[in-house]
């Protein structure tokens, strides 16, 4: 079964994976010079079905439950499951009783126990939620690993290249916001990358606010992802000053440490949505999509990849799960 994925982001290369792995010869065209930038590239790469409960439909939960596992079997070593921590501001308080009224899987903590997880937030907040079962991973360490891992068992990676159809038995889309096929539409996502050996925070940290909710996701070597806005547009130019000021006040409330941190960089990324927000795996003859991975990606993908993958050889209970997912 030869098969040609166009798109090189976290819904294109989960899908190589899953396709060579049943042994499919797939090829996967990236119009980019290279993976850097794309939406996934963007990514806070949090693996978070309970917490995202909080704004999304239970199929988020149901197909991203599995996502960590599906990470870790792919890309040993990548996937850090410590859970995530939710906190809120004295002031905001409320904030973290209605995030905790629309979602499961938590326990709530007070400040010691807060402090016993996060020393480095000792005595700055009264009250949190943990989700223990979450898990995270560095999206653009994950993403070069499975580029790499792809080329390794066989997989064909070109990088500037649109290829022309009829190349392959089943051709698949996964190019996120640039495909204009349909009722997709662009959510801007900004964030900001800071460099601080000033503060340790050994897993991400949700900081709620009634307007501007953000996240703050440890990576290796002193960096933390301040993420993200959420902007009704498909716009990819510069982060502006306003949301620069509006992430970094909110790291700042998280740590007065960030305030020293350098900005090394930031980044703007346009998530591919649907009406409802949940991703779609859709079939036309031998030409399938995969798309509409909002700000599920990295939490999705696996699920849709096994679908699609499925789909490609034919297993149709598979397809009736799929339906059954997203009712
Ligand atoms: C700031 C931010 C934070 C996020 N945080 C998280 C998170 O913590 N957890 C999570 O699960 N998700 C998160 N997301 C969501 C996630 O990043 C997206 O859902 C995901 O990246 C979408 O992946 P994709 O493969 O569909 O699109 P993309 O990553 O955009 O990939 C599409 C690829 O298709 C290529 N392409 C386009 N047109 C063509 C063509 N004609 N031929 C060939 N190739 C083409 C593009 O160059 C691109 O490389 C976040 C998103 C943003 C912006």
């Known amino acids: 079964m030869k098969v040609l994925i166009r798109g090189a982001g976290v819904a294109g290369l989960t899908l190589a994976h899953e396709l060579a792995t049943r042994g499919a010869d797939v090829t996967v065209v990236d119009k980019r010079s ?15 079905p309970w917490c995202e409960r909080e704004s999304a439909e239970e199929a988020v939960l149901t197909l991203g439950r599995g996502a960590a596992d599906w990470w870790d079997a792919a890309l040993t070593g990548h996937v850090c499951r410590r859970g995530t921590l939710v906190l809120a501001p004295a002031r905001d308080a409320r904030e973290l009783d209605r995030f905790g009224r629309r979602t499961s899987g938590f326990s709530q903590l007070d400040a010691c126990e807060i402090a016993a997880l996060e020393p480095a937030l000792a005595g700055r907040f009264g009250r949190g939620l943990y989700y223990a079962g979450e898990a995270h991973l560095d999206p653009r360490k994950a993403l070069l690993a499975l580029r790499d891992k792809l080329l390794g068992i066989g997989v064909r990676i070109d990088f500037g290249r649109c290829a022309a159809s009829g190349y392959a038995d089943v051709e698949v889309d996964c190019t996120g916001i640039a495909d204009r096929r349909s009722e997709l539409r662009g959510v801007r996502g900004e964030m900001l990358i800071l460099h601080t050996g000033e503060i340790s925070l050994a897993r991400p940290v949700r900081l709620l606010h009634p307007r501007i909710p953000v996240y703050v996701v440890p990576r290796s070597e002193n960096l933390f992802m301040v993420g993200a806005t959420m902007i009704e547009c498909d716009a990819a130019g510069p982060i502006t000053a306003r949301s620069i000021m509006e992430l970094l006040g909110a790291a700042y409330a998280l740590h007065p440490a960030f305030g020293e941190a350098e900005l090394v960089q930031t980044g703007v990324g346009v998530r591919p949505a649907f009406a409802d927000n949940l991703p779609r795996v859709e079939r036309d003859g031998t030409n399938i999509r995969i798309n509409g991975l ?9 699920a849709m990849a096994g679908q699609a993958a ?9 397809k009736e799960f799929a339906l059954e997912a997203h009712r």
């Open 294 to 302: 909002y700000r599920h990606g990295f939490l999705l993908a696996p």
């Open 34 to 48: 290279e993976i850097a930038g794309n939406a996934s590239w963007q990514a806070g790469g949090m693996l978070a």
């Open 310 to 318: 499925d789909m490609i050889f034919g297993n149709p209970a598979a």
